[in-house]
T-cell receptor, first 111, second 112 residues
Framework: GIQVEQSPPDLILQEGANSTLRCNFS?????LQWFHQNPWGQLINLFY???GTKQNGRLSATTVATERYSLLYISSSQTTDSGVYFC?????????????FGTGTRLTIIP | NAGVTQTPKFQVLKTGQSMTLQCAQD?????MYWYRQDPGMGLRLIYY???????DKGEVPNGYNVSRLNKREFSLRLESAAPSQTSVYFC???????????FGPGTRLLVL
């Protein structure tokens, strides 16, 4: 199956700092999603980004499918950005899709 | 539009007891999924249903059964719960083709 590695595993930053989270995957995919799991356990969709670049406010993401990696950028961090960020990938065939998750990056923003 | 809903939110079982976790979506999605999340880990796929009337095994199906009751509902059953099934269970849904999976709020299950 597809292997997904995320780095760094843990990141502690001051409020206002910028950060870059990385996701490497081992095979071709046609689905890549970034999620934020907040301290209450809720999974929040951030981006569906199998290729290219997207931006949503202070967050942006870039996936380079040919080189099998994706980056999530968080600018001007706020304490509400704390939580675990997951990358998940899948190769979808005939409607069948099995998302494989990385083990996440735990981000802690200090006031 | 509630999205993906799950019941119950929290459950405690004794070893050997059975229970069914319920999931429903109101987005008219074709595909539905059950995942489990263990402490410090990402989610792992238990079962999925690409369309009404079909189900298939994921990465960790042992000890579970599923039913795709109709297009809206996808249930997960533990016939004889074991402590190793203590976890947080997430249901998700997705429209056909390729696209975003949307997740429910999760069910926390503790098996004693």
């Amino acid at each position: 199956g597809i292997q997904v590695e995320q780095s760094p595993p843990d990141l502690i930053l001051q409020e206002g700092a910028n950060s870059t989270l990385r996701c490497n995957f081992s095979d071709s995919v046609n689905n890549l999603q970034w999620f934020h799991q907040n301290p209450w356990g809720q999974l929040i969709n951030l981006f569906y980004i199998p290729s290219g670049t997207k931006q949503n406010g202070r967050l942006s993401a870039t996936t380079v499918a040919t080189e099998r990696y994706s980056l999530l950028y968080i600018s001007s961090s706020q304490t509400t950005d704390s939580g675990v960020y997951f990358c998940a990938v899948a190769l979808t065939n005939f409607g069948n899709e099995k998302l494989t998750f990385g083990t996440g990056t735990r981000l802690t923003i200090i006031p | 539009n509630a999205g993906v809903t799950q019941t119950p939110k929290f459950q405690v079982l004794k070893t050997g007891q059975s229970m069914t976790l319920q999931c429903a979506q109101d987005m008219n999605h074709n595909s539905m999924y059950w995942y489990r999340q263990d402490p410090g880990m990402g989610l792992r796929l238990i079962y999925y249903s690409a369309s009404e009337g079909t189900t298939d095994k994921g990465e960790v199906p042992n000890g579970y059964n599923v039913s795709r009751l109709n297009k809206r509902e996808f249930s997960l059953r533990l016939e004889s719960a074991a402590p190793s099934q203590t976890s947080v269970y997430f249901c998700a849904s997705r429209t056909g083709g390729v696209g975003t999976q949307y997740f429910g709020p999760g069910t926390r299950l503790l098996v004693l």
